[in-house]
């Protein structure tokens, strides 16, 4: 092999290690931001809850989540009903 290949080859794994490292710092960094953007969400989160946020009353959301759960139950019923008994239409 000839020194002039060599040397071309010697740099390209040079340019090759050194925008492995920026590329790796350039992720690391909006890996940080993504992480410090979700911890601001769940800490502020959680120091907003209050206990009435879950009643039933017009302060809290009690009544929301209870009618998505019947509505998540219904719907997964007539799915397995459906599955089990063969039935393949859509309801």
Known sequence: MSEKLRHRIQRAKRINALMTGVFT?????FLGLIIVLAGYIIIHGLMSYYPGLLSFTSKG??????ASDQRSFGSACRHIHGGICGRHEAY
Request: net charge neutral; hydrophobic share 35%; proline share 0%.
């Open 25 to 29: 710092g350039i992720g690391g960094f």
């Open 61 to 66: 959301i009690g009544n929301q989540l209870g």
